[in-house]
């Protein structure tokens, strides 16, 4: 099985940075696409940002022009940096990836908490 990663989570204040690490098991080059998701309190697992194969990007409104994903294949390592920290964004986040018409389980995910 293809196993995922996240680090970097952590206890910030508003208006921080964080940059979150997912490190997969195997090589991501062909992966059809990676994506950041996260799951608040109490809350509904919802898509954060995503990047495909030919680099394209996806960003829940949310987090658009604050969050950017990043994929670096010879490390097998996406990336979500995230800056202008709001306490909104307090959750859970999760990685994933297509492999084909497959998707990775989900593993433990990292927690950011961000506090006004």
């Known amino acids: 099985q293809v196993q995922l990663v996240e680090s970097g989570g952590g206890a910030v204040q508003a208006g921080g940075s964080l940059r979150l690490s997912c490190a997969a098991s195997i090589s991501i080059f062909s992966f059809k696409s990676m994506g950041w998701y996260r799951q608040p309190p109490g809350g509904q697992r919802e898509l954060v940002a995503d990047i495909t194969a030919g680099g394209s990007t996806n960003y829940a409104d949310s987090v658009k022009g604050r969050f950017t994903i990043s994929r670096d294949n010879a490390k097998n390592t996406v990336y979500l940096q995230m800056n202008s920290l709001q306490p909104e964004d307090t959750a859970v986040y999760y990685c994933?990836?297509?492999?084909?018409?497959?998707?990775?389980?989900w593993g433990q995910g990292t927690q950011v908490t961000v506090s006004s």
């Open positions: 994933n990836a297509a492999i084909g018409s497959l998707r990775t389980s």
